[in-house]
């Protein structure tokens, strides 16, 4: 229900209009991904590509009541915190059902694209360069006081050009503040930082204190996936990775990497919490790994310079009229087409 000052009731929270979807303009197409309190959907809004994130409502009222307000944070958190490394929020509703409309990247997931990779792995400079897009969204995030609890590849989205990452999925996050009330055993084990598992130390939904860390670690481990391209912890499931960093302080091995970038990811995954660096260190050494491994400025190839008295030719109208609508690449641009959504788009006011 609107109000006269724009804002409209979330449950926990009031959204401000402009952020509040009209279901009737939302058409739901395939589906792109699946996670355990949510499923993604490719679909439209007001004629622009979008991805359309529909979380159930629940079966028991402790479960509505605990989606709803795992829902109203991820909407406050990502309609609070923007950055060109974030996934661009563009609205969300909460009837007929709880949705969250974010940007389409039509790269997918870094999942997908390592897995499409191997056997080799990826280039060391996009390596590199992909994992400063996440340390970048990671201080953006960690300035505002959110901490994302769920870093991995599924959640690490890649533009149409497979050149920049996005961090996606809040549905983790949370406040710094509030982690004294947090439950322990949050995120996916085989990226957990050893602080979050605690079937020993704890009962299961007892709370936990931990801190911004927790992230740091789980970058290192997606650091290493980077590099290697290799699921780390190779012959462990899940839980046994998650038991054996936690209690047996267990790591993919860094003995194959340059120094001073297994120095990096191992300075991201120790055990103590507070020995870890937070995103800004991080994002300032691997600039610095990156200047040592960038290749030298191209020399001019000889031969190639006009001669003395050389006499050239006027310069054609034509390419002259071409040139400033080159891209960087050489080319002339074609001019771009809608993408066309695959499979069949249904109106989503008329799904419920």
């Not at 679909?43 to 994130?53: H, L, M, S």
């Not at 050494?285 to 031969?303: A, F, H, Q, V």
């Amino acid at each position: 229900m609107g109000s006269g000052f724009g804002f409209y009731s979330m449950g926990e929270f009031n959204l401000d209009a402009k952020w509040v979807i009209d279901p009737k303009l939302l058409f739901v197409g395939p589906k792109i991904g699946e996670g355990a309190h949510a499923k993604v959907y490719e679909g439209k809004y007001k004629n622009q590509a979008v991805a359309i994130k529909i979380v159930p409502k629940g079966d028991t009222p402790e479960e509505v009541a605990k989606r709803e307000a795992r829902f109203a944070r991820e909407v406050a958190m990502l309609s609070r915190v923007q950055h060109k490394n974030l996934v661009k929020f563009i609205g969300a509703c909460k009837e007929p059902v709880m949705v969250i409309v974010t940007e389409l990247l039509q790269g997918g997931t870094l999942r997908k694209y390592l897995l499409n990779m191997r056997p080799s792995c990826v280039d060391i400079h996009v390596a590199i360069g992909f994992a400063l897009d996440i340390t970048r969204a990671m201080e953006c995030l960690h300035s505002h006081g959110i901490i994302h609890r769920d870093l991995k590849p599924e959640n690490l989205l890649l533009t149409a050009d497979h050149k920049t990452i996005k961090l996606a999925d809040f549905g983790l996050a949370r406040e710094e503040s509030l982690t004294e009330m947090m439950t322990a055993e949050t995120g996916t084990y085989r990226w957990m930082a050893p602080e979050l598992y605690s079937t020993v130390t704890l009962r299961h939904g007892e709370k936990k204190h931990y801190n911004h860390k927790v992230d740091a670690y789980s970058f290192a481990i997606v650091l290493w996936e980077l590099i290697h391209n290799k699921l780390p912890f190779q012959g462990m499931s899940n839980l046994q990775a998650a038991y054996a960093a936690a209690f047996k302080n267990t790591r993919p091995s860094a003995d194959d990497l340059p120094v001073d970038l297994a120095l990096i990811v191992t300075s991201c995954w120790r055990e103590d919490p507070n020995a870890r660096p937070n995103f800004s260190q991080i994002t300032q050494m691997l600039l610095k790994y990156l200047s040592t491994i960038s290749p030298p400025e191209p020399t001019i190839p000889p031969g190639i310079f006009t001669y003395k008295n050389a006499v050239l030719p006027p310069k054609s109208p034509g390419t002259s009229s071409l040139m400033h609508v080159r891209d960087d690449s050489g080319e002339t641009p074609m001019s771009s087409t809608e993408n066309k959504p695959r499979g069949f788009f249904f109106c989503f006011s008329q799904c419920y």
